[in-house]
Nanobody, 124 residues
Framework: HVQLVESGGGSVQAGGSLRLSCVAS???????MGWFRRSPRKAREGVAFITDNGSTVYADSVKGRFSASKDNAENILYLQMNSLKPEDTGMYHC????????????????????WGQGTQVTVS
């Protein structure tokens, strides 16, 4: 049974930083993973994608500010978020992409199968 549990969200002022974590259980982490966010004004959007070998892709809106990484030994996915803006506010979810799932791009939610419950980030 696959489980993803996010943590690390909170309320920060614009310009601040947060680091989100996603603990994976039920499988090992050398696997493609993604971070997505949803806000009341927007549909769920891809924020970051990290491959099994650590290559990353970012949405234009977060390039240069967000950084995704993995600790494969501990089965933890991270999202370091710096220079936060009010438009970064939303519920952040991690997602995993097992082999064999259809490919629509690393920032497309259709490429992912398993999802965590999310952690709220509020920037004011």
């Amino acid at each position: 049974h696959v489980q993803l549990v996010e943590s690390g969200g909170g309320s920060v002022q614009a310009g601040g930083s947060l680091r989100l974590s996603c603990v994976a259980s039920g499988y090992t982490l050398p696997m493609n993973m993604g971070w997505f966010r949803r806000s009341p004004r927007k549909a769920r959007e891809g924020v970051a994608f990290i491959t099994d070998n650590g290559s990353t892709v970012y949405a234009d809106s977060v390039k240069g500010r967000f950084s995704a990484s993995k600790d494969n030994a501990e089965n933890i996915l991270y999202l370091q978020m710096n220079s936060l803006k009010p438009e970064d506010t939303g519920m952040y979810h991690c997602a995993s992409r097992p082999y064999g799932v259809g490919w629509y791009g690393g920032l497309d939610e259709r490429s992912f199968q398993d999802w965590g419950q999310g952690t709220q980030v509020t920037v004011s």
